[in-house]
T-cell receptor
Framework: KQEVTQIPAALSVPEGENLVLNCSFT??????LQWFRQDPGKGLTSLLL?????REQTSGRLNASLDKSSGRSTLYIAASQPGDSATYLC??????????FGTGTQLKVEL | DAGVTQSPTHLIKTRGQQVTLRCSPK?????VSWYQQALGQGPQFIFQ???????QRGNFPDRFSGHQFPNYSSELNVNALLLGDSALYLC???????????????FGPGTRLTVL
């Protein structure tokens, strides 16, 4: 059974800081891994998808890495902004693209 | 291009009642997955529909059932509601069905179900 852990659970940083969110998972037999953001009471917005054969994926100020063998992924956010405040969720995909989620990292970027 | 849509937005029911939630996938997508998100938790996989059949199921009781229509839209039904069923129910769509494991999943805004 896949289990996902995200560290830290909460993070507060000043605007402009670069930051790293960590995700670990127990079953390395994954097809891909997605990072999402979720604003309070809202649905999930897909940020990045990394295929199991890839090591990195970039979109704007976001960079995600994947080390499948060690069961780890990181999301790097450059030059953080108040609009980045949200909960960030990682979700490795097993067979049939079934996603398993951690409880997320709640990020607050302060002015 | 419309993304994933869900209805209703909010719903209040009492214990023992039945509820139906609806989802329309992103244009061109043929696979719909349902997730339950309790407050403060990550979403949990309920089941997945492809070609009008349930292809995968998570650890949820038979009170949770679903359906997929020929136009790929889907319904989630929950019978005999319990207080613990109160949650945000999320629908995700993707392309490729059971064999497809490489496609981005897009989520709808969710339906907030409150059971009193």
């Amino acid at each position: 059974k896949q289990e996902v852990t995200q560290i830290p659970a909460a993070l507060s940083v000043p605007e402009g800081e670069n930051l790293v969110l960590n995700c670990s998972f127990t079953d390395s037999a994954i097809y891909n891994l997605q990072w999402f953001r979720q604003d309070p009471g809202k649905g999930l917005t897909s940020l990045l998808l990394i295929q199991s054969s890839q090591r990195e994926q970039t979109s704007g100020r976001l960079n995600a890495s994947l080390d499948k063998s060690s069961g780890r992924s990181t999301l790097y956010i450059a030059a953080s902004q108040p609009g980045d405040s949200a909960t960030y969720l990682c979700a490795p995909a097993g067979g049939g693209n079934k996603l398993t989620f951690g409880t997320g990292t709640q990020l607050k970027v302060e002015l | 291009d419309a993304g994933v849509t869900q209805s209703p937005t909010h719903l209040i029911k009492t214990r023992g009642q039945q509820v139906t939630l609806r989802c329309s996938p992103k244009s061109g997508h043929d696979t719909v997955s349902w997730y339950q998100q309790a407050l403060g938790q990550g979403p949990q996989f309920i089941f997945q529909y492809y070609e009008e059949e349930e292809r995968q199921r998570g650890n949820f009781p038979d009170r949770f059932s679903g359906h997929q229509f020929p136009n790929y839209s889907s319904e989630l039904n929950v019978n005999a509601l319990l207080l613990g069923d109160s949650a945000l129910y999320l629908c995700a769509s993707s392309l490729g069905g059971y064999g497809g494991g490489t496609d981005t999943q897009y989520f709808g805004p969710g339906t907030r179900l409150t059971v009193l």
